[in-house]
């Protein structure tokens, strides 16, 4: 008999006061994953079960782990580990063909093939905050372990499509309206007394396998189709959406065997498909991100448990709001009471805005508001943590601001910048600790955007560095580390993609072109339309201001000006790039046509058709070629960072992995030759980076870049 202190990865518990009812714990931390080790400890446990008479039920738990089960080990994916017998699929229905009523025990985020597991059992009970789910279309392939034939069997056809076309998971309470569960329990204890209830009750074990997915054929047929035409709209450009709807419709149509050996099929080519090789490149850039190579990871942090944040306008307010969300209080500074007054009323109003879609209490809207503390006088900054400056983009003000903050901050605080374009060196020169100052890039709003660049200027020390990580995930950011330079490495990779569209329009495309090849690719908007969104009066100024210093031979479209000169500022002014007569839709504009042909004709361009590849190469080449440069600079430690700035920063879509992965999955070989016929063809800015001719020349790829720069 073991007890918990066990480091076996599963545990066979059969005690004297419970010797009707044997408990098998999984004990495989931090998740519980279906490591080979647990499958065939599992399976040993059940025969063992099975062959003792004493035992007239079985209870599968975590135990006091965080979880029942966090399914299939990805550690083992495309190793020979995950083909040791039982395969986790295989193990699900060694389980159901259990002679003797199987209960799981649901607590914590039991997903995907956790999940599956519970449902080879015969009955399943859980917490109320339990999670389940099969979330695996996220990553990209289906539930792969008998999940789409066993859901729909047990929750009809409708609900099962709902949960595992979207992969959300539903907590223990929603679980048990819907049916997946039996019993809501408070733990193992009331669990065993479920499996007691079971036997006294004669009920024997329940075989999802065995039952119908219930409504009739010709309702059920219908079920199907709705739903595909919902992700005709939802899902567009993707793959798994679709697996899962044919894997899940064969529940119906197929017996369960059948149903079975299909997903499997359907599984293995989802698989190896470039969306989920994306999605799953994704998962790990995010997890990777943190690590930092000359960064103990056990370096004694700063902690941040107070802010204050100097400027209430629209960074600062976002900014404040991130901490006041956490949990975490800030104080807001601003020169003027006035200003001050107008920043609180946009962050309560835009709290409000929240309360009334009812994705607020009341209570935690007034605790929210009450965390923000605002003032007018510098000297409040001095118990904070951290200050981050949000003023205006003027280095004479950040000047200003900063001599003040290295007056009144606290020795050991952490100072911060959210300039977007200035040089972050520039303004730590500026107190008398540049070891304490780094640059946080917030994008807006800044309440509600994830992704935050982490600026390290030439002095910051590294546990500023580590600490500010640190807080990016306690505020819900995603932190990537990144060097000083024009527009960091989001916004500087961003600047030759909306160029190269401008260019694309002047040769021959028209907006509508350009945005329909990038949103088909899967950017939910193209560069055009998003500019009209985002107001193109923010641009115009910033262009205005890059004129004073762009070499004059560097070709340059004025389109933008010229728009602009009309008062056309985008969506705000319901004209842009388009015009916008519902203050929303987007509608292709004679008049902007009149002026990009003109423009056209005025640089002796012969308007040509552009195709669509000509259009994606350009807009993503360009962007990539620019990343090769941040990576050959040191200005981005991986280029999976600069993935996870673009996935979370810029809507990149998921599926494709980020820019940079990418270009690995076209092949760096077609990337460079395809930029060096560029460069050949228009010069100018196209030079393909050393970098990218060195892996392309390798035949390596920037994955492998990757591995070599971590050791
Ligand atoms: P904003 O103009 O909305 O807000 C600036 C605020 O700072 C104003 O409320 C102003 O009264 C206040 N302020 C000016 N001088 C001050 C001083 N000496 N002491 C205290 N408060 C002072 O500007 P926004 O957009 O919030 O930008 C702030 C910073 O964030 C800038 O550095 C900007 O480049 C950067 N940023 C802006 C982004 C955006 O999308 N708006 C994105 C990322 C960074």
Known sequence: MAGFEDESPVIYRHEAENEDIAIIILNNPPVNALSKDVRVALARHLETAIDDDAVTAIVISGGSGRNLCGGADIREFNTP???????????????????????????????????????????????????????????????????????????GLGPALDMITTGNPVDGEKAMELGIVDALVGGLRESIEFARQVVADNRGPRRISAMKVPGDAAENAKIVEECRAKLTKTARGLLAPFHCLESVANSVKLSFDEGWEREAEISRVAMVSAESRSLVHAFFAERQVTKIPDIPADIALRPVSKAAIIGAGTMGGGIAMSFANAGIPVTIIEASQDNLDN??????????????????????????????????????????????????????????????????????????????????????????????????????????????????????DKDVIASVMAMAKAINKVGVVVGVCDGFVGNRMLAPYFRQGDFLVEEGALPQDVDRVIEEYGFRMGPFRVSDLAGLDISWAIEKRRAETRPADERFSPLLDSICQLGRYGQKTSAGWYRYEDGRTALPDPV?????????????????????????QRCLYSMINEGAKILEEGLAIRASDIDVIWLN????????????????TVGLREVY???????????????????????????????????????
Request: with cysteine; charged share 30%.
């Open 592 to 616: 902007v046509e009149e002026l990009i042909t003109a423009r056209s004709r005025e640089m002796d361009l012969n308007r040509r058709p552009i195709d669509d590849d000509e259009i994606l």
């Open 649 to 664: 920063g810029y809507g990149f879509p998921r599926h494709r992995g980020g820019p940079m992965f990418y270009a690995d």
């Open 673 to 711: 030759d395809t930029l060096d016929r560029f460069h050949r063809q228009w010069g100018d800015k196209w030079q393909p980076a050393a970098l990218l001719r060195e892996l392309a020349n390798a035949g390596s790829s920037f994955a492998e870049w990757d591995k070599g720069r971590m050791g």
């Open 343 to 460: 920043g609180m009323k946009r962050m309560a109003a835009n709290y409000e805005a929240t309360r009334k879609r009812g994705r607020l209490s009341d209570d935690e809207m007034t605790a929210r508001m009450g965390r923000i503390t605002p003032s007018t006088d510098y000297a409040d900054m001095a118990d904070a943590d951290i200050v981050i400056e949000a003023v205006f983009e003027e280095m004479d003000v950040k000047r200003a601001v900063f001599t003040e903050i290295d007056r009144l901050a606290r020795a050991d605080a952490i100072l911060a910048t959210n300039t977007s374009t200035l040089d972050v060196d520039e303004i730590a020169r500026t107190t008398s600790r540049p070891e304490s100052v780094l640059g946080t890039h917030f994008f807006s709003p800044a309440n509600v955007m994830t992704l935050l660049e982490v600026v390290r200027a030439e002095k910051t």
């Open 81 to 155: 580990a995950r083909d040791v017998k039982p395969m986790t699929r295989d193990l699900m229905n060694l389980i159901e063909d259990c002679p003797k009523p199987v209960i799981a025990s649901i607590h914590g985020p039991t997903l995907g093939g956790g999940l599956e597991l519970a449902m080879g059992c015969h009955y399943r009970v859980a917490t109320a905050t339990a999670q389940v789910g099969l979330p695996e279309v996220l990553r990209g392939i289906i539930p792969g372990a008998g999940g789409t034939q066993r859901l729909p069997r047990l929750i």
